[in-house]
Nanobody, 125 residues
């Protein structure tokens, strides 16, 4: 199983990025998926989650209103659109697959089965 994250980069404050995560080796269409991030010297933190049918999403307060998570089950992929980026958004972003399946609603992911390899997002001021 591989979760290949991409789309990170260097962007100025106020800019936008769209992160992508493509899964291979297993079909995750029935699982909750999401994104976490880890800034230098800090613990990994939850960013956003989406349920299997994409009709429930959940965001950390730090990104609420600036981030949109989506998924394409046909492509076995999950995405994170980040707008109005701030320097404090600088981190390595990881996609993740949770153990929960066929959730009617999603909250913070807490039982991670698989992690992606991470993609660096750097926001300059």
């Amino acid at each position: 199983v591989q979760l290949q994250a991409s789309g990170g980069g260097l962007v100025q404050a106020g800019g936008s990025l769209r992160l992508s995560c493509a899964a291979s080796g297993r079909n995750f269409m029935s699982y909750d998926m999401g994104w976490f991030r880890q800034a230098p010297g800090k613990e990994r933190e939850f960013v956003a989650a989406i349920n299997w049918s994409a009709d429930s999403t959940y965001y950390a307060d730090s990104v609420k209103g600036r981030a949109t998570i989506s998924r394409d089950n046909a492509k076995n992929a999950v995405y994170l659109q980040m707008n109005s980026l701030k320097p404090e958004d600088t981190a390595v972003y990881y996609c993740a697959v949770d153990e929960a399946r066929y959730s009617g609603y999603v909250r913070q992911l807490k039982r991670i089965m698989y992690w992606g390899q991470g993609t660096q997002v750097t926001v300059s001021s």
